[in-house]
């Protein structure tokens, strides 16, 4: 009985390992983009030589573990050993810059065009804008054609399929599947509000906080990304009035400022608004906060969201997904102008044994001012404005924070000014606190709105002065107005070089990119529930209830299938571009009643055509020759064979016969 030896898995061709590292490569790269700079350089540098090193034959063994071992270890020492979304993605980059060092067969190119296409899902937990959907459509064509190609490589035909059939292949899948995708999309009735059970996960970044800790602060402010997005109706507050404020900080204990928990279940303190009214829409990206951020102060709490004492806006849940408010504020005139003695001591409130000095100045200002609050306020900022600088280069303070800023650096940040203006109110005995939020903004002309980075995040203090209550007094803009109201280019890294002028805020190439991406965000990421009800308002149809959207649903994935079924036996019918030409030609020769017989060849099939009509003969047996010679007796391997169908394929759907001579 002869040994059964079972065949060895087919070789990958030079032209097929290509395909798999490039479409690995465009699968990896819309994850690369969304990681830090160093991790995704590092990664970045990996996969190039994993890919320089393996492109002959694989990696050894022991060679590969090592560099996994390595990267890995890398990959885990540059994000802290953090466990969670963000490391998730990473070690999914670093695993697949490795991966080529193990493929060497077809069934290893599989593999790899398998797992990297688990990237461009990767890439949007990170991000979900419109340049991620672009890049990973791409990473994932060319996946699906190195898979094409893989397929004709095991048939032996991976020369002669060119890559434009295959991307023709492609395409006729993706028009397969597209229409049902899109009833789904905007159709499909969605939910108001999560499934019970369903945790909720952020997939935008960190918002404002609750607490602000020396240091803290400078990653936010080192990040460009938009933080929200407001379009005005009417008239527009000038940019120095642009404080969009968040969340109020009243508890000090010598080195962190937090919220009062008891004071955020009090009703909101009364206010006495200015004539000036704002009419907005805030659009606020995604992060894992419930706070909502307002122009100075809101007028009411929009629907589904709470306004708690010192008018914070909070939702009930965290903004994981984009979203929009409409609002109205006013400048207060008034603000909680008789101050409860519960809360003045909450105002007034610093911990023993820090800051002596500070302590010492409030004192001498206090004798000399006597009850006379406004001039030690006026006083702290004419110091500030004649004695300090601003810089974010600034050392972690020490136990006596604010003595080190006020008497020894004298240069700092909104961390630092609105703490230390804070604690030297309090010492002097005038009611204070820390507000954060964001300050000032770009117009984008393109869309006439207003975009609010999360650079622009800002702190800034408010003093209870008798008669006035809550004033707003930004201790950072008596040093640097410029640092503050100019949001463009001191807040841009680049923004006045060469990279800076053709890619930076105010350029056109910045405009409209953002401009896109705020159209992305009302198409797609906008799109909720209370979106899908109204979306035929243009119609007429105010709102659409569960029952219709449900039929529209149903009719919409009824005819989806119906163009499923219909593309798909068009398909299986014939997927033979020539003999699909050759059929539709004996289409066009029955309606002259010459058509061909089952049993007929196409050279007998002609001379019976040229004896009833000899117009029509002499070019009929020319084209039955060559589509007898391509079916049975080709020769022609490789690209000759692609040119020779192409050329056919054209001469056939030319051929048109008609009752006189053809054309």
Known sequence: MAEYVPTPPPELDPGSRRWALGAAAACLLPLLLQLPATLS???????????????????????????????LGTVLVLTNFGIGRDTGCAVLAAMLAIKPAETSTLRD?????????????GTFLLDQG??????????????LCALQRLADLESGDAVATGAGRRLAGIGRLLAIGLPLALAAFWLFPRLGSPMWGVPERALGRPGLSGEMTPGQWIDLIADDTP?????????????????????????YDGRSWTRSDWLRSLPPAEVR??????DYEVEIEPTDRRQLVALELPLAA???????????????????????????????????AQLRSVLRRAALQLPTGYNPRTHALARQWRAEAGDDDAAIV??????????????????????????????????????????????????????????????G????????????????????????????????????????????????????????????????????????GDWLRRGWNNLVLGFDADRQARMLRPLGIERLDGVRLGLMFALAVLLALLWMAWLSRRGERQPDPVLRAWHALDKRYRRLHLGREPSESALAWAKRVGQARPDLGTELQRLSQRFSDWRYAGDHPGAARALETRQLVRALRAHRPRNGEPR
């Open 41 to 71: 350089i590092t990664v970045a540098a990996a996969a190039v030589l994993v890919a320089a090193l393996s492109l002959r034959r694989p990696m050894h063994g022991l060679l590969r573990a090592v560099f996994a071992v390595g990267l």
């Open 109 to 121: 190119a599989r593999s790899l065009i398998g797992f990297a296409l688990f990237a461009p899902f």
């Open 130 to 143: 419109p340049l991620a959907l672009a890049l990973g459509l791409v990473g994932a064509l060319l996946g």
């Open 227 to 251: 933080a929200l997005r407001v379009r005005f109706f009417g008239a527009t507050p000038p940019t120095s009035q642009m404080y969009w404020r968040g969340p109020v900080m009243w508890q």
């Open 273 to 278: 608004h200015g004539p000036a009214r704002w």
């Open 302 to 336: 929009p629907d589904g969201t709470r306004l708690n004492h010192d008018h914070e806006l909070l939702a009930p849940r965290p903004l994981t997904s984009l979203t929009r408010w409409r609002m109205q504020s006013s400048p207060p005139l008034a603000y909680e």
């Open 378 to 439: 006026q006083r702290s900022l004419d110091w500030i404005r004649g004695e300090f600088a601003y810089t974010l280069d600034t050392p972690l303070p020490g136990r006596h924070a604010v003595d080190e800023f006020l008497f020894d650096q004298q240069a700092g940040f909104c961390e630092h000014y609105s703490s230390a203006f804070v604690v030297l109110m309090r010492a002097a005995g005038i009611p204070s606190r820390v507000v954060t939020g964001y300050v």
């Open 441 to 512: 903004g770009y117009r984008n002309p393109l869309g006439d709105y207003w975009l609010v980075r999360r650079s622009d995040a800002h702190a800034w203090a408010e003093v209870w002065l008798d008669g006035r209550g809550w004033v707003r007094v930004d201790p950072t803009a008596a040093v640097a107005p410029e640092r503050i109201y100019d949001t463009i280019h001191d807040r841009l890294p680049g923004a006045d070089g060469l990279l800076g002028g053709v890619f930076g805020a105010g350029s056109d190439w910045f405009n409209a």
